[in-house]
């Protein structure tokens, strides 16, 4: 149980690769023609090769949906193990909620999770996939195409601005979402003679 608790927490404290693609990087360029100057700047500096490191913290703390967009997620949902206070569990198991970001390789992100992880009493196993996983949504799609510029009733065409909202609307159908997956964490222990007699 201590060598499955000690897994879930490196991975929770653990943080992936920040993962823009072409539509995110439009939501947050837009975002940021919309937003206070102070938000602004945040957004834009997303956008940098390499972000700063604070400003990746700060939407973590203060603007969970934003932050969410950044990189695939790992949440710890279920632990079970033991089934009495006074008898050693011989084996305990751990469930990770993933949601992938599109595009996201699940064998190098899981190699990636065994790294972090980094004991070979406990084995990632994942899950068959709950939702497969699929490209990036593109901006050239026929809904904001449509949006962007349509025909009037006299056949001309008007422009429209697109805000964010209608990129989130495409962050957030199913191809963008990516890959819904999760696994299981297990560590066995082999009980030795002491462990047992005379309990």
Known sequence: MAHLSAAVAKEAASETPLSLNETSRAYFERLATISPPDRAARYRALLNAKPPASVEHYLAANE???????????????IKGGFQANVMPSEAEATLDIRMTPGED?????????????????????STAKRPGGPPSELNIRLLLDLQGYRTMSGE????????EGYRGVLLGVPQRGCETSCVC???IAHCLSDTVGH
Do not use: E, G, H, N
């Open 64 to 78: 969970p949906q934003p932050y969410s967009m950044l990189r695939t997620s790992v949440s710890p949902t279920i």
């Open 106 to 126: 699940a064998a190098k992100f899981f190699d990636a999770m065994a790294r972090v992880i980094d004991d070979p009493s406990v084995k990632i196993v994942p």
């Open 157 to 164: 065409v008007s422009r429209v601005d697109i805000t964010p």
């Open 186 to 188: 297990r560590s066995c």
